[in-house]
């Protein structure tokens, strides 16, 4: 689950060879410091990041059409799944957005060097796999297969940023 504002966290230390720990909840985050209250007690206490044991933000690979008519229409394709990645981000997950390769298709093909469709998605497919879940936010041929190939995997598949946030995936 991500750090964010409101969140879980169990404080941990060590006192006398013995290990102690509490459940707080987030906030306020800034920058090095995560301030918390304890669930018990409600007080007020500032820890460092690299102090607590914090859970790694959920990975998530968002899958989108890509493929249009025009240079405009792709471009546009891409920069919805960027809009998706910078909210994600703001929300405390790790964003996965492969149509930031919009970039590396056009500079590949102004060097004259030929990426072929096929390549582009066994690329998609192994970063998925290093995933935790599937944000699927419009049909494509190659979305369709992420899909796929995320259920065949039992990744769980969220279709907005609602029902991530929920937990409540299909």
């Not at 409101?6 to 720990?21: I, L």
């Not at 990041?49 to 546009?76: C, G, N, V, W």
């Not at 290093?130 to 598949?157: V, Y």
């Amino acid at each position: 689950f991500p750090v964010t504002i409101g969140g879980k966290v169990t404080v941990k230390w060590k006192k006398e060879k013995q290990t102690y720990g509490k459940l707080a909840t987030i906030y306020n985050i800034s920058g090095k410091e995560i301030f918390v209250t304890f669930d018990d007690d409600k007080k007020p206490a500032m820890y460092y990041k690299q102090d607590l044991a914090l859970p790694r933000p959920l990975r998530i690979y968002i899958a989108s059409k890509y493929s249009a008519p025009t240079f405009i229409e792709m471009k546009h394709n891409a920069l919805v799944q960027v809009d998706t990645a910078i909210e994600l981000m703001k929300l405390g997950y790790t964003p996965i957005a492969p149509l930031l390769n919009h970039w590396l298709d056009q500079r590949s093909k102004w060097l004259g060097i030929d990426i072929s469709w096929q390549e582009y998605m066994d690329w998609c497919l192994n970063v998925l796999d290093g995933c935790d879940c599937l944000l699927f936010l419009s049909e494509s041929k190659g979305s369709l297969i992420e899909l796929e190939h995320a259920k065949n995997k039992g990744m769980p598949i969220y279709y907005s940023i609602a029902e991530l946030v929920q937990g409540e995936y299909k």
